[in-house]
């Protein structure tokens, strides 16, 4: 505002100036052309010189303006579609998390050609056509998406591959993410959904393998990978069980790391499976070793249960052990199985009763009963079996109406003696 107030001043006295000086003397000026002659004064001329610039600059202007109108007109319709282009994005996209498919599909794709980023139009366009079950659209959607962003194929391709699971499409999406690992190995994200799928596909071997690219990718901490090689691992094994074949098991626990064969949880697994192809010497033998370097009532409980081949051998092993661990609840139930394999009925008995009053629990009274019965003491067998059932459902035994009324007659027997005795008391008072 004041610059435009001293411009006003400026011209004012400029204007004043040239005033003063044209009424003292306003000049002469001659212009003749062949005939004609022109005289006026010199104020007068530079007046009309002054208008003639003036309409020559209006006509130029003019007519530039018409020479670029079509340019104009073009302009601002690109940046009258761009608008729309951005709204129908920003409106697609809240429809779309909004749940509305049908609209979210219509929105994103109205302005698709005019779009700064139709490759977020097409992939929006994919999900809520794939919500409403057109995979067929679905797939073109992506296609285009790939075809207006040739540069960003991965993200084209990872969110194919999301699409594809949560289709239920595993296989075609396995196939899309290992094409997509052939360009890029280092993925964080591509591995994270390459894990997922081969767990849901039961590709633990191939699980296995990805392990430790997850861990350097630091998707797994080390305690996480050591669980989930572990967990991974005894997947394998019942895999293996399941083939029928022991080869195929033996060679997964050959695959193990050396470490790892000392697990107790994978010892467990193994152990179990390879008595179903009746190798329980094998087992015996690894469980055996692994007690030497660390004992574990996992591992024992389970060497109570492997049959071996030499019964009287597997129970001086287990006996070996009372040296150290001879108040352990589950040896001593080992040694009593171990003891009925052997027709020693009596020391079975003896580890039997001597690990329930360490700890009693259900399998060990149901052994002892069985013990008892083929003994022929059957009101001592129905005994361990019902202090066996009580154990295992770990609930108070059922009263039946004449305990109930039993206990009744005297919880009022009780009472009346408690109710004497003060009065007696008073009396004596």
Not at 253 to 269: A, I
């Amino acid at each position: 505002m004041m610059r435009l107030l001293l411009l006003l001043v400026l011209v004012l006295v400029a204007s004043a100036s040239v005033a003063l000086v044209v009424m003292k003397d306003p000049g002469y000026v001659l212009l003749s052309y062949a005939d004609y002659t022109l005289e006026t004064t010199l104020s007068l001329f530079v007046l009309a010189v002054l208008l003639v610039v003036y309409a020559v600059y209006l006509i130029t202007r003019t007519l530039g303006s018409i020479w670029w109108l079509p340019e104009r007109l073009y302009q601002w319709q690109q940046q009258r579609q761009s608008q729309q282009a951005r709204e129908g994005l920003f409106t697609g996209l809240t429809e779309l998390a909004q749940g509305n498919w049908h609209s979210a599909e219509k929105r994103l794709l109205r302005y698709v050609r005019h779009s700064e980023t139709p490759l977020l139009n097409y992939l929006g366009a994919a999900r809520a056509s794939q919500h409403q079950g057109s995979l067929e659209r679905r797939d073109r959607y992506l296609h285009l998406a790939h075809e207006q962003a040739a540069s960003s194929a991965t993200a084209v391709e990872l969110a194919q591959a999301e699409l594809q699971i949560d289709s239920g499409q595993r296989e075609q999406a396995l196939a899309t993410l290992e094409l997509l690992r052939d360009r890029d190995n280092n993925n964080p994200y591509l591995l994270k959904l390459i894990s997922s799928l081969y767990e849901q596909l039961h590709d633990w071997t191939r699980l296995r393998d990805l392990l430790p690219l997850l861990h350097k990718h630091q998707l797994l901490n080390s305690a996480e990978f050591e669980h989930k090689q572990i967990d991974v691992i005894q997947q394998q094994i019942q895999q293996a069980s399941r083939s029928e074949d022991a080869g195929v098991l033996k060679q997964v626990w050959e695959s193990v790391p050396e470490k790892l064969q000392v697990n107790e949880t994978l010892l467990l697994e193994y152990g179990r499976q390879l008595t179903q192809f009746d190798a329980g010497d094998e087992a015996m033998t690894l469980v055996a070793r692994a007690l030497q370097q660390h004992w574990s009532e996992g591992l024992v409980h389970l060497f109570g249960l492997l049959p071996g081949s030499d019964p009287e051998r597997q129970l001086e092993i287990a006996e070996s052990w009372t040296r150290e661990h001879g108040r352990d609840p589950i040896l001593q139930l080992s040694l009593g199985r171990l003891s009925l394999r052997n027709r020693q009925w009596g020391k079975a008995r003896i580890y039997l009763e001597t690990s329930i009053s360490l700890l009693p629990r259900a399998e060990t009274y149901k052994e002892l009963g069985i013990l008892l019965e083929h003994l022929g003491d059957q009101d001592a067998a129905r005994n361990c079996f019902r202090e066996g059932v009580l154990l295992a459902v770990n609930s108070p035994a059922f009263q039946f109406p004449d305990d109930l009324d039993n206990m009744n007659e005297a919880d009022a027997e009780s009472g009346s003696e408690n109710q004497q005795a003060p009065l007696d008391y008073a009396r004596d008072a």
